[in-house]
């Protein structure tokens, strides 16, 4: 979705993926997410990563993460591009870069240490196509104004206009602090133009009115 020469098209990212269950934290295409790591299990995934594709997936378990358990995961989930680490006392310090969303396969157990997914790429080729998807900007921003009014959020929405139309869709779905099952709605979402539905939806939802 961007033009960096670390870009990852869709044929080369692999069919399997160690997987992050982090309850809570999402990543979508072209956004960038910052993780601490501390748990020694995943700080051996983040470090088999870094020695082979450099991606790893992102999902949600079905329920919430307990130390030493390996939890069940959501259908949905992003895969995300190591692009830097660093290293704080016993902690590794992250960040993921969005690549692209994927539907789990199969689930397995990585020596019973973390889950790996067999996934599929292919319902969300659309994350990786270069096209612009155009929607009436005006109208959108004049939903988010109103919606961070509403919520007391600090929110310029300037800054956000000259963000490209589909990128904006994925930004503020990183950005905008939605419950989780809200998030998880927008990740599910295969066609963009039901991502910016449903997105335009939870930003009335969440301002108790519609915008005419």
Do not use: W
């Amino acid at each position: 979705m961007s033009n960096s020469i670390f870009d990852v098209t869709i044929v080369e990212l692999p069919s399997n993926l160690p997987v992050l269950p982090f309850s809570g934290a999402f990543l979508f295409p072209g956004t960038k997410l910052n993780l601490r790591i501390y748990e020694m299990r995943y700080i051996r995934l983040i470090f088999n990563a870094l020695a082979s594709s450099r991606l790893v997936g992102l999902v949600q378990p079905t329920q919430q993460d307990m130390p030493m358990k390996i939890p069940a995961l959501y259908k949905t989930g992003c895969a995300g591009r190591i692009s830097s680490f660093a290293e704080s006392g016993n902690t590794l310090l992250i960040t993921l870069t969005g690549i692209a969303r994927f539907n789990v396969v199969r689930e397995s157990d990585h020596n019973g240490i973390y889950k790996d997914a067999f996934v599929d790429f292919s319902p969300f080729s659309q994350d990786f196509e270069l096209y612009d998807f155009k929607f009436n900007k005006k109208e959108l921003f004049a939903k988010l104004d109103l919606y961070a009014y509403s919520n007391k959020i600090d929110l310029t929405s300037d800054t956000l206009k000259d963000i490209p139309h589909k990128q904006l869709l994925m930004t503020l779905a990183s950005i905008l602090p939605f419950t989780p099952a809200e998030k998880q709605a927008l990740l599910e979402c295969v066609q963009i133009q039901k991502f910016y539905d449903t997105l335009s939806l939870l930003l009335d939802m969440n301002t108790g009115g519609r915008i005419n």
